[in-house]
């Protein structure tokens, strides 16, 4: 992994979550991928568990909610690659409405690690809503 591939990753990461688009999630992540919103977080486990958590189908509870469409977006950039391990880092904004005002800022860190096919097989989120 270098810098150029890791950004094409969270680029891509971005148009997923954008799109919710199953396959594209999918493609993220290996299949044994483990998966955390929060560090204190027990992992989700597998690429399809994964994916259902992305798109609140998840009994477990441990899924996201399901964005609205239009209400966000997010940049993110590495921070640091070293070897398979990328800590990337960015913004994720929420609107009140689809082109409405800003709701909500969250300032993300990713702690990532990366298979030999260049998805991602661990995945910690840190997140810090941002005072107005």
């Given amino acids: 992994m270098d810098r150029t591939a890791a950004q094409a990753w969270l680029d891509r990461y971005v148009e997923a979550w954008r ?21 204190s977080d027990d992992p989700i486990a597998g690429r399809d568990a994964v994916v259902a958590s992305w798109l609140g189908d998840d009994p477990s509870g441990n899924a996201s909610s399901r964005d609205e469409p239009g209400t966000y977006d997010a940049t993110y950039t590495p921070f640091a690659v070293d070897g398979d391990t990328v800590v990337a880092t960015g913004s994720s904004t929420y609107l009140k409405a689809p082109g409405g005002a800003v709701k909500d800022v969250y300032d993300n860190c990713f702690l990532m690690r990366f298979d030999a096919d260049g998805r991602c097989s661990d995945f910690t989120e840190l997140y810090v809503k941002r005072p107005r």
Avoid: K, Q
């Fill in 19 to 39: 799109s919710y688009d199953p396959a594209a999630i999918g493609d993220l992540f290996s299949v044994d991928i483990t998966y955390r919103y929060h560090p």
